[in-house]
């Protein structure tokens, strides 16, 4: 019988073993199942939490930013406006919060038996998902309402992109949430200084705001940041506001990719030793 | 006989105190050195040796250093040492939760740990989604625990309690669980550190058996640690002590116990240095074995009277009952003297100064082996007023019997020879 496993001080840097995280595939949708579950339980209105916390937030958003505020929704019904970006942002700033600690939280069971500790991760993003969805749903019946009560929206074949859009959210909010998990595990300023960015971060992007109600000249600025062009991108294709570009959306594709690289390969590094610093 | 599991100069390397910006510049300097430079690593020159109760002169510690040995196909490896030995640091490295600062493992096969069993689980979530969640952690497949799923709950013996969360579960019931699912796993290798500690007796014999057939009859390789010398005794073949984070012994299990034993608490101590005086009226000043002030005494074949002398200060009267009791080198306790009990023979101390003296008479049937006598006063029926731990190490290697010449070995014959009429 031949030597099936070696254990040694370091891997190479770009040995990530995939076929090892497939074969775990089972303990991913285990930990997805958990997640979900295990989220209301012992609450008494269960699963419909999903649905009152981005109606709430909806309606302090009408309150804050459209009534006091008084900013521009694109001439569209504010509850529909809000709702489009606070399901998206918050699908990203989730995902975000969650993988950005995942050595830290998990450390109990990660010091106890190994597994590709890049499930947890992904198994996060994938939760998320689920909760998007049925969140989704929400704002699908606010769409109806308004088309019956009359109102002009112009839905168009970008909707389409909707799948691709979401994708580009969680491979956004995987890369950036496992390079910071990596780099917190020893020395934890950076998760303060994180808790805060996050919170910013969604005034940066076009959440509460149109995109158009910049400058032209100071738009890139905006541009710059990838989570503008997937949330433009959405509003444009389900209600026809916003901006939309191939360039823009592709810029955000590109720079997940390359995020997501780096993430998965500063993340294998840690996993390995983090044990003995966090 | 086939290799399971090879260490080669696994070594790991700590720091010690908290995490600080000298940290940091000591951070840099490495990462400056080994990426930029591609020299090796500086910090992985210095350190000293991982014994903890010493204060050192470096910041960083070898919790292993240098360990090199191999473990055969189906053998069941006792791992013991005092704590902070590095034996967990050991398993953690085999179970691949931390990687090692140096050296290599090969190991043969699926390597399941059960390091604290049963800390995986969620507590808002059944003992059944538990088992699927554990199961799958260790790398089972959803059909695999569905298989199993009947074996596992029946081994647990918490079927009542299935459907119930974890959170309601006894510590023990959550061992118990836990363990029947590692013990499923069918890895080829099985890492155990410290379970039984939570677990009742029924279970902890219950489990023993278990890793017993686990390596007899399915040939598997259980690596195991515990500081429960019984236990080890029964269940391993094999042991290692560690020292300082080194292998100071490697060999058959009952002499790495003896080994271990003996050097845990017969190296540099006294007699005196094991009294604990509970009431502060009494005090003692000498004691003898056999008229000596000695820590050792070895038995010849045939029966054996032990004097033991006690001599001290009281300063108020006491009504003193003394009980001796017999321990072998796995700290079980094998007899007792208690002349109080069997005679309602005590002794009447006045204030003042004191000598007690009792004979006691060892049978001729005990067998070979280490054995310790520790003594305990007590005033009568009140309370115990000193213990004297560990007082005599006896060493009985003569007894054979004169009519075969078969020594009688304690590993085998057990504590005593049974005599016929």
Same mark, same amino acid.
């Given at each position: 019988m031949e030597y099936t496993t070696e254990i040694k001080p370091k891997n190479k840097l770009f040995e990530v073993d995939f076929k090892e995280i497939w074969n775990y595939r089972d303990?991913?949708?285990?930990?997805?199942?958990?997640?979900?579950?295990?989220?209301?339980?012992?609450?008494?209105?269960?699963?419909?939490?999903?649905?009152?916390?981005?109606?709430?937030?909806?309606?302090?958003?009408?309150?804050?930013?459209?009534?006091?505020?008084?900013?521009?929704?694109?001439?569209?019904?504010?509850?529909?406006?809000?709702?489009?970006?606070?399901?998206?942002?918050?699908?990203?700033?989730?995902?975000?919060?969650?993988?950005?600690?995942?050595?830290?939280?998990?450390?109990?069971?990660?010091g106890k038996v190994y597994f590709p500790r890049l499930i947890v991760p992904l198994s996060t993003v994938a939760s998320n998902l689920v909760r998007m969805g049925i969140q989704l749903l929400l704002f699908i019946f606010v769409y109806i309402y308004y088309l019956i009560i009359g109102v002009k929206v112009a839905p168009n074949m970008y909707v389409l992109l909707l799948p691709f859009l979401i994708f580009i959210l969680a491979g956004l909010s995987l890369g950036f949430g496992i390079i910071i998990s990596s780099m917190t595990t020893k020395y934890r300023d950076l998760s303060i200084l994180f808790t805060f960015i996050v919170s910013l971060w969604m005034y940066a992007t076009p959440v509460i705001y149109p995109l158009s109600t910049m400058p032209a000249n100071k738009q890139w600025i905006m541009a710059l940041n990838p989570v503008t062009a997937v949330i433009e991108a959405f509003k444009y294709g389900t209600m026809g506001v916003g901006t939309f570009s191939w360039g823009m959306l592709s810029y955000s594709f590109g720079f997940m990719v390359v995020l997501m690289a780096i993430g998965i390969v500063v993340f294998n590094k840690v996993q390995r030793s983090f044990m003995d610093t966090v | 006989m086939n290799t399971a599991i090879e260490f080669e100069n696994i070594s790991k390397q700590y720091r010690l105190g908290l995490v600080s910006t000298q940290t940091l510049s000591h951070d840099l300097n490495r990462w400056w050195k080994t990426n930029i430079l591609g020299k090796e690593d500086p910090y992985l020159k210095i350190g000293d040796v991982n014994d903890r109760a010493t204060k050192g002169s470096s910041d960083y510690v070898w919790a292993l250093k240098d360990i090199n040995?191999?473990?055969?196909?189906?053998?069941?490896?006792?791992?013991?040492?005092?704590?902070g030995a590095g034996k967990s640091t050991l398993l953690k490295i085999l179970s691949k939760v931390t990687a090692p600062s140096t050296g290599i493992i090969r190991a043969k096969g699926r390597i399941a740990s059960l390091l604290e069993v049963g800390t995986g689980f969620h507590p808002e979530m059944t003992g059944r989604e538990n088992i699927y969640m554990n199961g799958a952690i260790?790398?089972?497949?959803?059909?695999?625990?569905?298989?199993?799923?009947?074996?596992i709950v029946d081994f647990s013996g918490v079927e009542r309690y299935i459907d119930t969360p974890a959170k309601r579960y006894s510590s023990g019931m959550t061992v118990r669980l836990g363990f029947a699912i590692a013990a499923h796993l069918d890895p080829e290798i099985l890492v155990v550190d410290e379970v039984l500690a939570v677990g009742d007796a029924e279970f902890q014999k219950k489990a023993i058996g278990k890793m017993q057939d686990v390596a007899r009859g399915e040939g598997r390789t259980v690596l195991f640690v515990s500081h429960n010398m019984p236990a080890v005794q029964t269940l391993c073949t094999k042991g290692i002590i560690l020292k300082n984070g080194m292998v100071s012994f490697s060999g058959g299990v009952h002499e790495a116990i003896k080994n271990y034993l !003996?050097? #845990?608490? %017969?190296?540099?101590?006294?007699? *005196?240095?094991?009294?604990?005086?509970?009431n502060k009226a009494l005090s003692i000043s000498k004691l003898t074995i056999n008229d000596l002030e000695t820590n050792k005494i070895m038995f010849d074949y045939g029966e054996n009277i032990l004097k033991v002398g006690i001599e001290g200060e009281v300063e108020i009267p006491f009504n003193m009952s003394v009980e001796i009791m017999l321990y072998d080198d796995t700290e079980t306790l094998v007899a007792m003297y208690s002349p109080t009990h069997l005679i309602g023979h005590t002794h009447n101390l006045k204030a003042g100064k004191y000598k007690i003296e009792e004979n006691i008479c060892f049978p001729s049937t005990l067998c070979n082996g280490d054995y310790y006598l520790s003594v305990r006063l007590s005033q009568m029926n009140i309370e115990h007023v000193a213990e004297i731990n560990k007082l005599v190490k006896i060493i009985v290697n003569k007894n054979i019997s004169?009519?075969?010449?078969?020594?009688? !070995?304690? #590993?085998? %014959?057990?504590?005593?020879?049974? *005599?016929g009429k």
């Open positions: 303990l991913f949708s285990l930990f997805v199942k958990r997640d979900i579950i295990t989220q209301y339980k012992q609450t008494i209105l269960g699963p419909s939490w999903f649905f009152i916390q981005p109606a709430l937030t909806t309606i302090m958003y009408m309150v804050v930013f459209g009534g006091i505020a008084g900013i521009s929704t694109d001439n569209l019904p504010e509850p529909m406006f809000y709702l489009a970006g606070i399901v998206c942002w918050q699908y990203f700033a989730d995902c975000l919060n969650k993988t950005s600690s995942t050595f830290t939280t998990n450390q109990a069971i990660f | 040995f191999k473990v055969d196909q189906g053998d069941v490896l006792g791992i013991i040492g005092k704590n260790m790398g089972m497949t959803k059909a695999e625990i569905t298989r199993k799923l009947d074996e !003996d050097d #845990s608490s %017969y190296d540099t101590e006294q007699v *005196n240095a094991q009294v604990k005086i509970i004169p009519d075969t010449g078969v020594g009688f !070995d304690k #590993s085998y %014959y057990g504590n005593f020879i049974l *005599n």
